[in-house]
């Protein structure tokens, strides 16, 4: 069984020492713009992935690139909202949210059946990450009234944040992007 360091999806966010007040306390509004960039793009290439595996057992780097940079700039602009991070939202530097995924050997490490029911396998994680994410909300909260107060976001509470975010893109990697047939741990480390 894959531990979660070596799984093939991974995401890490550097701790920050200090925070903004100022830029945290209108946050909100600081990220309309990326927002409406972000949501300007097509989401996913998801369904042109699964018939490519399905009927060619072919994954174009291409394509796999362009969902691993989508998903890149996703993961920035949500760390940027959730107040893990105070740099905007860069649409093409790494910046401070590192997320690695590895290129899949179709024919060797994919089955060309699964993309069918993966979306259908997932849902124990969906089930949990549903409950996870009112966590977060409460995270959220308490993490923006410390960072008003002491500019520093709790370490604790950082890392059960990035940890929520961890786990949904090692499902996102799995049931969406279609990379891997190893089933993600259920765990934010």
């Known amino acids: ?13 550097n701790y920050p020492e200090k925070l903004d007040k100022l830029s945290s306390f209108f946050r909100i509004f600081y990220a309309i713009p990326i927002v409406i960039v972000l949501s300007c793009i097509p989401e996913s290439l998801f369904p042109a992935v699964l018939l490519m595996i399905l009927f060619r057992r072919k994954y174009p780097k291409w394509w796999f690139d362009w969902n691993l940079e989508l998903l890149k700039f996703s993961y920035r602009v949500g760390a940027y909202l959730l107040l893990l991070r105070d740099e905007y939202p860069s649409t093409d530097e790494e910046q401070a949210v590192h997320l690695e995924i590895d290129y ?7 089955n060309r059946w699964l993309p069918l029911v993966k979306w259908l396998l997932a849902l124990p ?12 909300l409460v995270c959220w909260i308490i993490a923006w009234f410390s960072i008003l107060f002491t500019g520093r976001y709790p370490k604790s509470i950082f890392e059960f944040v990035a ?11 799995y049931a969406v992007m279609l990379i891997t047939d190893q089933y993600p741990p259920f765990s934010t480390r």
């Open 1 to 13: 069984m894959e531990t979660p360091n070596t799984y093939p999806v991974r995401l890490n966010i």
């Open 104 to 110: 899949p050997d179709v024919k060797e490490d994919l």
């Open 163 to 173: 940890g929520v975010l961890r786990w949904e893109v090692r499902v996102v990697g």
């Open 125 to 136: 994680h969906y089930i949990i990450l549903s409950l996870l994410y009112i966590a977060v």
